[in-house]
């Protein structure tokens, strides 16, 4: 049978997706990036400046809500893998869960005069609960990926699309979060007001990815069972194991510098007003290497994109560790090259998580987009958890005091986390790849044999 008569069997389109689905699925990840990065960017600081508790407190928080958080990611994956409805098994938790994500995240953002035991508390609680809804929406939308194509360059084109939009709701929370903070009375109140336009955005976005994209119809659609399910991850073999830990290592190393960012302007650079400034500069570059990473991943693979990438974003890291803080253009000008850069591995990683899902699903035969995506995504999670309690625990561990001048030891930890601690795990995460065998060349031969074995499936 051909490869063109067994994609007219299964429904399989092989082709470009129209822009319009492209652009639909992307702007689902600017509606996730409102809260993903608001949480990244200010809730530590939120919480140590803004609501009154500790820092070595907000690193409890941070560990405990996001291993919780983590722990639900495979539950979320396996719901979505076993969901059969007539709009697809993932875009209806896109469209019902945007509500109760924008709702948690207003809680989140939200400091409620209460006693400090009472504050710590409903912290706990509100992160918790944002956690749970943020899965609730982001395991299905990451798994629609696999779901709308089964082309590798086309997967790398919506990763794309996603990427830019993300980077590009990162760029108006970077731009407009403390300007709209202000301009809603500043302090808890205007954090929480902020969260409030966010979430009505969220929303809105969220129905337009719904309404705009289309699953694709599998030869196989019998519901897994779990133990099916657990086939499937472990079919998923060494190339998901080690692109796994790639996305660990790139996770907190983000995480660690996001949260860092802003008492690196407030405190060692000593100008508060330079962070939307630097924040969107950053994005904006950042934005431009999503654009031209899809021109290298098809020109040199995407293996070799990704260590591309990650190597100048490295060098990046180390040149800004040891630039001056009163040289203001040298720190804007590295950081934005290391924002280039570092797209590559962003973009290529998450083009190669779909093409994990087919080789596991060659190996085990069974179809597990969501379950794969949710361990992706317990990693990272886990990854945040580590990364927010650690930048909190090295912010306590070396004196920091809020609101006031810090010491040379809390000066030194930010400038850690800022720079040369994320170098360290992004290296981590690069030599991982250097071994990742699922390259283009390989994944053809898995594409080939797929597309006979789902035929095979419909002669059965």
Known sequence: MTAEATQSRTGIAAGALPVSTRAGYGVGDFAVNLFFQSALLFLLFFYTDVAGIAAATAASIFLVARVVDAVTDPVMGVIADRTRTRWGRFRPYVLA?????????????????????????????????????????????????????????????????????????????AAMTTPLVAAFGGGADGFQMTMVVYGLIACA??????????????????????????????????????????????????????AAIIYYFVYNVGQEDLVPVFMVSVAVFNFIGIIIVPAFGKRLGKRATYLLGAFGGCLSGVALYFTPTDQIALIFIVSCIGAIMFAGPTVMAWSM????????????????????????????????????????????????????????????????????????????????????????????????????????????
Do not use: C
């Open 97 to 173: 869960g945007g509500p109760l994500l924008a709702v948690m995240g207003v809680a989140t953002f939200t400091a409620p005069d209460l006693s400090p035991e009472g504050k710590v508390l409903y912290a706990y609680v509100t992160y918790i609960l944002f956690g749970i809804a943020y899965t609730v929406v982001s395991i299905p939308y990451s798994s629609l990926t696999s779901a709308l194509t089964e082309n590798s360059h086309e997967r790398t084109v919506l990763s794309t699309y996603r990427m830019a939009f993300a980077m590009l709701g990162g760029l108006l929370v």
């Open 353 to 460: 998580l779909p093409d994990a899902v087919d080789y596991a699903e060659l190996r085990s035969g069974v179809r597990a987009d969501g379950a794969i995506y949710a361990a992706t995504s317990f990693f990272q999670k886990m990854a945040m958890a580590v990364g927010g309690a650690g930048a909190a625990l090295i912010l306590s561990f070396t004196g920091y005091v809020p609101n006031v001048a810090q010491a040379p030891e809390a000066l030194g930890g930010i400038l850690f986390m800022v720079a040369l601690g994320p170098v360290v795990l992004f290296v981590l995460g690069a030599v991982a790849m250097l071994f990742y065998s699922l390259t283009d060349e390989k994944f053809s031969e898995v594409s080939t044999a797929l597309a006979e074995q789902r035929a095979a499936r419909l002669d059965v």
């Open 205 to 258: 976005l969220l129905a337009v990815t719904f309404f705009t994209t289309r699953e694709r119809k599998f030869a196989h659609e019998d519901v897994p069972g779990v133990a099916q399910i657990v086939r499937a991850l472990k079919a998923g073999g060494w190339p998901l194991a080690l692109l796994i830990f790639a996305f660990w290592m790139g996770m907190m190393a983000f995480t660690v510098r996001s």
